[in-house]
């Protein structure tokens, strides 16, 4: 199995920064990509960026500018950089990461963090 672990998310004030950041550890053969999913209530979770390996970074248009993912090869680490918060972007925040496993290295599968709470709110 893969396990992530998430940590970075609170409350924070319309303007300010965050960084979430989530390890991935576990039997892994190789992590094709990492990223970051958002949920609001009632709302479809959305991707909000993503960094495969090798490849370029991705994002959702309404985080352009203020958000900036990067991946720590070494650790098997996902960040993301959350700048200039609105009231917009209060959400969980859920890593994602696509892996395969020792075991089964021709098979890769999606695996999710526990999510983590961002509010922004003055």
């Known amino acids: 199995q893969v396990q992530l672990v998430e940590s970075g998310g609170g409350l924070v004030q319309p303007g300010g920064s965050l960084r979430l950041s989530c390890a991935a550890s576990g039997s892994i053969f190789s992590i094709n990509a990492m990223g970051w999913y958002r949920q609001s209530p009632g709302k479809q979770r959305e991707l909000v960026a993503t960094?495969?390996?090798?490849?370029?970074?991705k994002y959702a248009d309404s985080v352009k500018g203020r958000f900036t993912i990067s991946r720590d090869y070494a650790k098997n680490t996902v960040y993301l950089q959350i700048d200039t918060l609105t009231p917009e972007d209060t959400a969980v925040y859920y890593c994602?990461?696509?892996?395969?496993?020792?075991?089964?290295?021709?098979?890769?599968?999606?695996?999710w963090g526990q999510g983590t709470q961002v509010t922004v709110s003055s």
């Open positions: 994602n990461v696509v892996a395969t496993m020792i075991s089964r290295p021709a098979t890769p599968r999606d695996y």
């Open positions: 960094i495969p390996s090798g490849g370029s970074t």
